[in-house]
Each structure stands twice: as structure tokens, then as C-alpha cells.
């Protein structure tokens, strides 16, 4: 390519870009005011119905998050250490390691919000 091509390709990005953006906005207000009228044509006050919190959302991503870095930085040691001799391309262990810790920290969430609902029984989510 020379440099006609390619900074035609950059406008060409932009306007996409652009466009994207903008249909992404659109189709946002489009779907929740349609939702709104939807509500209104079931008889129902759409003011009344507010989004329910998760109160237990941030513990969730915090122990995802942190299972996902124990799992990298366990998959970065063993590929220096364990795995230095080989010549290949490591990258199975990387990912394999983020599922399993990040699922684990997931795993950790449940039973923590599984104790905590257990030890108040009358709390409604």
C-alpha cells in the first residue's frame, strides 16, 4: 500500500468508527424508550420500576479479578521457571490458569453470599 491508501484507510476507520458509535447510542434510546412504551401499554407505571441493586456484584468482581491475576502471575512463573527449556509458545497455560482461579474466585463469591443468606434468612434480594 502506499500513503494514498493508507490515509484513506484512516478516514474510512474514522467515519465507521463514528457511524458505530452513534447507532450504538440510538439503538440504547430506541430499545429503552420502546421498553417504556411497552410498560405503559401493559397498564403499568414505568416511574415505579427502578433497577433491583446486587448487593453482593462487587465482592463477585473483585474475587474474579483477583483469582484471574493469581492465575496469570502463577501461569508467568511457571513459564519461567518450570517451562524456560521449551522452546514453544506457552500460551494454553496462560489462559488455562486465568479460567481456573478466576473461576474459582467465583466459586469463592457463591459460598460466601450462600453463607451470608444462609445466616440472614428473612433479607430478601
Known amino acids: 500500500m502506499d500513503n494514498m491508501d493508507t490515509g484513506n484507510l484512516g ?3 474514522g467515519i465507521i468508527i463514528s457511524l458505530g458509535f452513534f447507532g450504538m447510542i440510538f439503538g440504547i ?3 429503552y424508550k420502546r421498553e ?3 410498560m405503559i401499554e401493559r397498564g403499568m407505571d414505568p416511574r415505579r420500576y427502578k433497577p433491583q441493586s ?3 456484584q462487587n465482592l463477585k468482581w473483585g474475587l474474579l479479578l483477583i483469582g484471574a491475576g493469581a492465575g496469570l502471575f502463577l501461569a508467568y512463573t511457571l513459564d519461567r521457571t518450570i517451562f524456560s527449556r521449551t522452546q514453544d509458545d506457552n500460551a494454553a497455560i496462560y489462559f488455562a490458569l486465568i479460567a ?5 474466585g467465583l466459586f469463592a463469591s457463591y ?3 450462600k453463607k451470608e443468606l444462609a445466616d440472614k434468612p428473612e433479607q430478601v434480594l
Open 111 to 113: 459460598r460466601i453470599e
Open 29 to 31: 434510546i430506541y430499545l
Open 36 to 38: 417504556r412504551m411497552a
Open 11 to 13: 478516514i474510512m476507520a
Open 54 to 56: 446486587a448487593p453482593y
Open 100 to 104: 481456573i482461579f478466576g473461576g474459582l
